[in-house]
């Protein structure tokens, strides 16, 4: 009789595969955040904390950006100045709920372009061309020459003096003022960067920087004076 | 990617409906007319000094029309000694336990939360700054932080919750400018239900094993007003007059009722006794300061759960 | 302090920084000012067409009109009370220890000296005084109900 050979059963337990949970583990790490959002972050949470001019700092920064952007979609300049306005009223009405989730000035952009929105809407226009910008464009945002501006022959005097007064002051500047500033203003270095190049200390960098934007200023205060009487 | 964009603003107008209010100040409109034209039963707990109390408040209102308001109120107290307040357009009428028996008074309006606002809000604007906070949950219901900052030292600071759908106050605390609190009053629930049906308009007494004792006012009407205050503190009114003979003696005491719409001071003028001796200071008596002053043979006295300058400022401007 | 607002404008200032350029009231419109001063520089260097209007003052008379943005109502540290509880929950039969307190201190002293008045106490006030005042305006139910014995 033919004994059954019996075929051990196997003991080993069947595993499900073996998950690599390197491969599926979420990568946690966070995106170090840019100094430029720290920053507005900052003037972010002194805002909800009832400090005006904490928001004022970045109405001033972000007004003219955005200034130009709902340009895109509005043409009257009038029209334009009231839905900038309009989009910072909503955004410091709103400032409670703004929770750093995205860079303020995509939060900021997001209100104008809907207060823009709404504006044209209200008015029987349809929104145009802006329909179809994304809106993650908007992070790498240039600023654009608004070439529908037309200007007076006054203003393009007083815009050529000023800028002819800014490119002399500037060559006149004391060498190491002049390099840490053109480093800066044109050719966009960090403090630390032109601090390396420079060899010297990042504090010494940004008095530099500081100390030739007072020189400039100093020479266009007549000028800024007559234009400030405009703006 | 434009739905995107109006979505996410959607989103943000309907989270946030402060950023829709052309004029922010209409939040505070919508309050003091939610707790005077809407339908409402609920429990809240009201905490003044260190006593707490919960309280039942059921509300109705049917209408309005050139002749008033059809609205009706009852208000009772869950703890502690019977009470209990009802209010229509007119009356307002008290029931408090006595011992053995049932007090009843009448008076003359009330301000009860959740109904504290005034019914002109605007009024507040020029003595208080309004700030908005954030959201959080009372009773269930979601509700948007609103804050009523006082413009000078003589007033406190009002924090309310608002209910995000109806602005009906659903919490309330009074503070001054250290976060210490003079009074609260926060809903544990509340529904809103619109019934015909005023059945619960009536006080739940056993008649037969209490007496309802009235007790009449013994305010007298009076022309002669002798007195005038020198400095009237910016925002607040005279409100009411109320005059009566104190007890035992054949001597009126007067007392003036000012407010700025939500705070309350009462000012008490009264001669002094030949043999008692009057009373100069200042004392706090739970949540409520109280300044005396002596002034030509009258007892000068302020009252109200304001800062001390304010109750001091009243005392101190009495002249006749 | 012109200098932290130069490295403000180049988003190059610390944190604490931050704090000490805003700490002087009133300091808001000279920092615009500084700032727009320096924009103009930056894009008069960089050959970009100067803007027409600058519309932040315009903006901030208007946010001036706007009431205050705070985040909800905060306890200061000097005001935690030994009764506070981090529970938001109120139970129907409160009681003073499961009270609700974001860290507030609570008034229940009888008599404090104030300033150089005389110091009264409870009982130097008529009770009908405290009665009838709380009778014509008080917002909470128990002293609104209360008559003179």
């Known amino acids: 009789m033919n004994s059954l050979k019996v075929v051990s059963k196997s003991t080993e337990v069947y595993n499900a595969p073996n998950v690599n949970s390197e491969a599926v583990q979420i990568n946690m790490e966070a995106r170090p955040i840019s100094p430029e959002r720290a920053i507005d972050q900052k003037l972010v949470e002194k805002a909800q904390k009832g400090d005006k001019q904490a928001f004022g700092i970045l109405v001033e920064k972000y007004q003219l950006k955005l200034n130009r952007l709902i340009s895109r979609m509005v043409r009257d300049q009038s029209e334009i100045e009231d839905i900038v306005q309009d989009s910072f009223i909503k955004a410091y009405r709103a400032i409670n709920n703004f929770r750093g989730d995205s860079a303020f000035y995509t939060w900021l952009y997001r209100i104008g372009i809907n207060t823009a929105k709404n504006h044209l809407v209200s008015l029987g226009r349809r929104p145009k061309a802006m329909d179809a910008v994304d809106i993650e464009e908007i992070e790498n945002f240039q600023d654009a020459q608004d070439l529908r501006s037309v200007e007076t022959p006054e203003t393009t005097m007083m815009n050529n003096q000023i800028t002819a007064t800014v490119n002399n002051a500037a060559e006149g500047l004391p060498d190491e003022l002049k390099q840490a500033f053109k480093l800066r203003e044109m050719d966009g270095h960090s403090y630390e960067e032109i601090a390396e190049m420079m060899g010297c200390p990042i504090g010494t960098v940004r008095s530099r920087i500081f100390r030739a934007r007072d020189a400039i200023a100093e020479k266009l205060k007549p000028l800024i004076e007559e234009t400030n009487k405009r703006w | ?320 | 302090m012109n200098e932290k607002i130069s490295s403000l404008f180049d988003n190059e200032i610390q944190g604490n920084e931050i704090d000490s350029l805003l700490s002087k009231k009133d300091r808001g419109s000279d920092i615009r000012e500084a700032m727009q001063s320096y924009q103009m520089i930056s894009d008069a260097i960089q050959g970009k067409r100067l803007p027409k209007n600058n519309l932040t003052d315009k903006i901030m008379a208007a946010i001036d009109k706007e009431p205050t943005q705070l985040s909800g109502f905060v306890a200061t540290k000097e005001s935690l009370g030994q009764n506070t509880s981090p529970s938001e929950y109120w139970p129907m039969a409160a009681s003073f220890a499961a009270l609700f307190v974001i860290g507030l201190t609570v008034f229940n002293g009888d008599s404090i000296k104030a300033g150089n008045n005389l110091v009264l106490v409870k009982s130097d006030i008529p009770e009908d005084i405290i009665i009838a005042h709380h009778a014509s305006t008080s917002t909470n139910m128990k002293y609104f109900i209360k008559t003179k014995d």
């Open chain 2, 1 to 320: 990617m434009t739905v995107k964009i109006i979505i996410s603003f959607l989103l943000l107008s309907a989270l946030n409906p402060v950023l829709a209010l052309d004029n922010p100040w209409d939040i505070i409109n919508k309050a003091a007319e939610a707790s005077k034209k809407l339908s409402y039963k609920g429990i809240f707990h009201s905490q003044h000094s260190d006593d707490i109390k919960s309280i039942e408040i059921t509300h109705a209102f049917h209408g309005s029309d050139e002749y008033g308001s059809d609205e009706y109120t009852r208000i009772n107290m869950l703890d502690g000694d019977f009470g209990e307040a009802f209010a229509d357009a007119k009356n307002v009428v008290v029931y408090h336990s006595n011992k053995n028996d049932v007090i009843m008074q009448k008076r003359k309006n009330q301000h009860l939360f959740p109904a504290i606002f005034p019914i002109n809000p605007e009024i507040l604007k020029d003595n208080y700054e309004l700030s908005f906070g954030n959201k959080e949950r009372v009773a269930g219901r979601n509700s948007q932080i609103v804050v009523l900052r006082p413009l000078d030292k003589y007033r406190n600071f009002y924090h309310f919750w608002l209910d995000e759908e109806t602005s009906i106050p659903l919490k309330m605390i009074v503070s001054d400018e250290d976060n210490n609190i003079f009074e609260q009053s926060s809903f544990a629930n509340i529904t809103f239900e619109q019934s015909s049906n005023l059945s619960w308009f009536k006080p739940s007494i056993n008649n037969k094993k209490q007496d309802i004792i009235e007790k009449k006012s013994d305010e007298l009407s009076v022309s002669n007003r002798f007195w005038k205050l020198k400095n009237t503190l910016p925002g607040f009114k005279e409100v009411d007059q109320i005059t009566q003979r104190i007890p035992g003696l054949n001597v009126l005491s007067h007392q003036l009722v000012y407010s700025d719409g939500l705070a309350y001071v009462s000012l008490f003028i009264r001669p002094v006794a030949k043999d008692k001796k009057p009373k100069v200071g200042e004392v706090r008596i739970g949540s409520t300061n109280i300044s005396a002053r002596y002034y030509n043979g009258y007892q000068i006295m302020s009252v109200g759960s304001v800062p001390f300058s304010t109750v001091k400022h009243f005392s101190e401007s009495v002249q006749f």
